[in-house]
């Protein structure tokens, strides 16, 4: 199960200050395990994990993708810029808006980040709300 821990629990309550349940949303890892030590991905394993990571993107349909984190951001967005670069405004993904934000065990490290953490996210709700509207 993705984002367990202390991690996990700061989601759930990032989420819930935008007034979303876990359970409504749909939570995905670009890696389908653990690499050994919790350590980044490497690029052959990314390479290898992602058709399946693109095959439930199709599968789900989503509307609104977040991707928590530098590394999650740059493997979809086939690019090498900074997260600081990229989070902040929507992107495109295959005709799906796409935000980038800090990951959560990020958050946990660096404190400082949660202020732009929560822009971000409130950008993702008035997106949502629109699109719901529509």
């Known amino acids: 199960e993705p ?21 409504e949303v749909y939570i995905a890892n670009i890696l389908k395990c653990r690499p050994p030590e ?3 991905p490497l690029p052959e394993e990314i390479e290898k994990c992602e058709p399946y990571l693109i095959e439930q993107i199709k599968l789900i ?15 979809l967005l086939k690019t090498n810029l900074p997260l600081n670069r990229l989070r902040g405004r929507f992107h495109d993904y295959q005709g799906i808006k796409f935000l ?4 959560p065990a990020a958050l946990l ?3 400082q980040f949660k202020k732009d953490t929560w822009e971000d996210v409130k950008l993702l709700r008035a997106e949502y709300d629109k699109i719901s509207r529509q």
């Open 109 to 111: 490290r660096y404190p």
């Open 38 to 40: 919790n350590r980044d």
């Open 3 to 23: 984002f367990v821990g202390r991690a996990g629990q700061l989601l759930n309550k990032i989420l819930a200050a935008i007034n979303f349940q876990r359970e």
């Open 100 to 103: 980038v934000t800090y990951h």
């Open 61 to 75: 349909q989503p509307k609104l993708i977040c991707a928590l984190g530098r590394i999650s951001a740059q493997a």
